[in-house]
């Protein structure tokens, strides 16, 4: 027999912690992410950027680590317009489509993994392209961050312009 939790008379109020993560729906193509350029580490001189959006994170990085050659994949064809200038070079295609050749000492994915059609056949090409010894900085988006956590248990769920309820 199954039960369920009610939660209609729990008054739940929210409180951010030092450090937590707020969604902003500012910019959000445009956005840099200076959450994503901390984890870069040392020694690192070349960089794949794959799903560059407008470029923020291209403009971050070049602001903050100008020694960094970074490449960019986008193939929205009008963000990737825009996005060109952040980048010592740029492809403006599907990441699947990328050329052969060149390797990188690490490669970005910032919340692009789960658009992609084959996800493990992006990981096999990431793997071709990533220098032995290189580095993977991924990030997905959370489906159980405490915002979206506490609407569902208020029975909110609203759709809004980007993320995961869009």
């Keep these: 027999r199954a039960s369920y939790l ?3 008379d729990i008054e739940l109020k929210m409180v951010v912690c030092k450090g937590a993560l707020v969604h ?3 910019d959000y193509y445009n956005s840099e992410r200076p959450d994503l350029e901390k984890l870069i580490p040392e ?3 070349s960089i ?3 799903g560059t959006a407008m470029g923020g994170y291209g403009r971050g990085l070049k602001r903050n680590r100008p020694d960094v050659v970074i490449t960019g994949v986008e193939m929205n064809p ?3 317009e825009l996005a060109t200038k952040y980048y010592d070079h740029f492809y403006a295609c599907k990441f699947e489509q990328l050329p052969q050749g060149q390797i990188y000492d690490m490669i970005n994915c910032g919340d692009i993994i789960e658009h992609l059609y084959n996800p493990w056949e992006a990981f096999n090409k990431i793997n071709q392209l990533l220098k032995p010894k290189g580095y993977l900085v991924l990030s997905v988006p959370n489906v159980g961050h405490w915002t ?3 609407d569902l248990l208020n029975g909110k ?3 809004i312009p980007v993320g995961l309820q869009c």
Excluded: C, T, W
Aim: hydrophobic content about 50%.
């Design 6 to 8: 009610d939660f209609s």
């Design 24 to 26: 902003r729906f500012g």
């Design 43 to 45: 020694g690192v001189k």
């Design 48 to 50: 794949l950027d794959i």
């Design 78 to 80: 009008e963000m990737a």
């Design 148 to 150: 979206i956590v506490a």
């Design 157 to 159: 769920f609203e759709y």
